[in-house]
């Protein structure tokens, strides 16, 4: 079991950036598949990217191809999801999932962070 914290979110103007940051407790971060998840009100969970445990593969929803990046520091125990060219449809609140492989569907994660908020104005 892995312990998630997300942090890094907040309100920007559309076209503007921000990174976010998801902290695991565990000595075992290294060894699981991170993934990135939002959910706007009234709509479903949906998956935004994700990265393999050593890093070496990434994968974006569509939506967000071009303008987010994943990545993750194994000695710091962090993933990081930097987002620019935000549009107000990325508003939602987001959150980052561990498992031992990489999937596209939220249900397949075990473990989750509490959320953070983005908000997008414009």
């Known amino acids: 079991q892995v312990q998630l914290v997300e942090s890094g979110g907040g309100l920007v103007q559309a076209g503007g950036s921000l990174r976010l940051s998801c902290a695991a407790s565990?000595?075992?971060?290294?060894?699981?598949?991170m993934g990135w998840f939002r959910q706007a009100p009234g709509k479903e969970r949906e998956f935004v990217a994700a990265?393999?445990?050593?890093?070496?593969?990434?994968y974006y929803a569509d939506s967000v191809k071009g303008r987010f990046t994943i990545s993750r520091d194994n000695a710091k125990n962090t993933v990081y999801l930097q987002m620019n060219s935000l549009k107000p449809e990325d508003t939602a609140v987001y959150y980052c999932?561990?498992?031992?492989?990489?999937?596209?569907?939220?249900?397949?994660?075990?473990?989750w962070g509490q959320g953070t908020q983005v908000t997008v104005s414009s």
């Open positions: 999932a561990a498992e031992t492989v990489v999937y596209r569907t939220p249900s397949y994660y075990k473990n």
């Open positions: 565990g000595r075992t971060f290294s060894s699981y598949a």
């Open positions: 990265i393999t445990w050593s890093g070496g593969m990434t």
